[in-house]
């Protein structure tokens, strides 16, 4: 070790002084019906270890009852209450724009229909009822029909339009499936203007969750640069990225500043694993965690040992490449890190 700084950085655990952990869903719990290996048991030590344990989802197609159905049937205990919905964020800032009782017009399925309900709005699908918004959320029978009755009202400067989320992908069964950003796209081509955005990556899903919880440190769990690390970075939120879902290697290696988040996972077992110190060379070059290295000399990026953990070699390569400050575009970056 004498290449290397003296001075290291003690392993941490990854939720050491939090006081409560939210996870996302689609790509962290399940994918489609199934769940993800080692998620149930990790989460259920979570709330054994006496942690405040919640989930927050973009995905508007169901209710937040209905979610909690669906993880306990996997075995965790989930109450709907547990469950934060981007329709539930959507209705917090709609409350702010339109009168009580006002008609809206919805596109999306019972998870954002239910919640239009629960805020005391008149639901209405058709622009003919001259509605004071419009509410857009994911759900697999959203088609053209609905699209165009929201276009054919967006036409009018007045209403309003509030979107779930804007993910380009979902994780589905089968599958990465077309997200609430097609659709939310397809409607802003046709109108010429934007939505504003009530879930992930934005603050209000996050102040949702952290008010509901009483949470004061809270981490966040997800598998999304985009829309998770982003988001918990902009709500001061821990931010934990678990390589089960949309964003592999690759992505993390060419995150942004602001998306990059302060844990990486394999899977949800390593929430209770020590992590490892990441270190330097006197000269700054090589990045090594664990018994994994990586050389930065100029714009080329290579692995020197590969070491015993994919995981610690994607750490490695992540922080090498976030700490030079270089765009991932002028990189000539070793495929081994990422493939």
């Given at each position: 070790m004498g290449l290397f700084r003296a001075k290291r950085t003690e392993p941490v655990l990854p939720l050491d002084g939090v006081d409560a952990v939210l996870a996302d869903l689609d790509g962290v719990v399940y994918q489609g019906p199934t769940a993800i290996p080692h998620a149930v048991e990790s989460l259920s030590r979570v709330v054994s270890e006496g942690l405040r344990t919640g989930y927050i989802t973009n995905n508007a197609s169901r209710t937040d009852a209905q979610v909690a159905e669906h993880l306990s049937s996997f075995g965790l205990t989930v109450a709907p209450a547990d469950v934060v919905t981007s329709p539930q964020a959507a209705m917090r800032v709609l409350v702010t724009l339109i009168d009580p009782g006002s008609t809206v017009l919805v596109v999306g399925g019972i998870g954002l229909v239910s919640e239009v309900e629960k805020a005391g709005f008149v639901v209405t699908r058709s622009a003919s009822d001259h509605p004071a918004a419009v509410v857009q959320g994911f759900a697999p029978e959203v088609g053209w029909t609905q699209l165009a009755e929201a276009s054919f009202a967006l036409h009018d400067p007045a209403v309003h339009w509030v979107a779930t989320?804007?993910?380009?992908?979902?994780?589905?069964?089968?599958?990465?499936?077309?997200?609430?950003?097609?659709?939310?796209?397809?409607?802003?081509?046709?109108v010429g203007r934007l939505p504003v955005v009530a879930g992930k990556p934005e603050a209000t899903i996050f102040e949702l969750a952290l008010a509901r919880f009483g949470a004061e440190n809270a981490a966040f769990i997800g598998d999304r640069l985009d829309t998770d690390t982003m988001g918990a970075k902009r709500a001061g939120l821990r931010a934990i990225h678990v390589l089960t879902g949309i964003d592999r290697a690759k992505q993390l290696l060419a995150a942004p500043q602001g998306s990059r988040p302060d844990f990486i996972l394999a899977d949800l077992r390593q929430l209770f694993d020590p992590y490892p110190a990441t270190s330097t060379s006197k000269d700054g070059s090589?990045?090594?965690?664990?018994a994994s290295v990586v050389r930065m000399k100029g714009h080329v990026v290579r692995v020197v040992k590969p070491g015993d953990s994919a995981t610690d070699l994607v750490r490695a390569g992540s922080a090498a490449i976030w700490n030079s400050g270089l765009s991932i575009h002028a990189l000539d970056v070793d495929p081994a890190l990422y493939s």
């Open positions: 989320n804007t993910d380009w992908t979902i994780p589905v069964a089968g599958g990465i499936a077309p997200g609430n950003g097609t659709l939310v796209s397809a409607v802003h081509t046709a090589e990045t090594t965690v664990g």
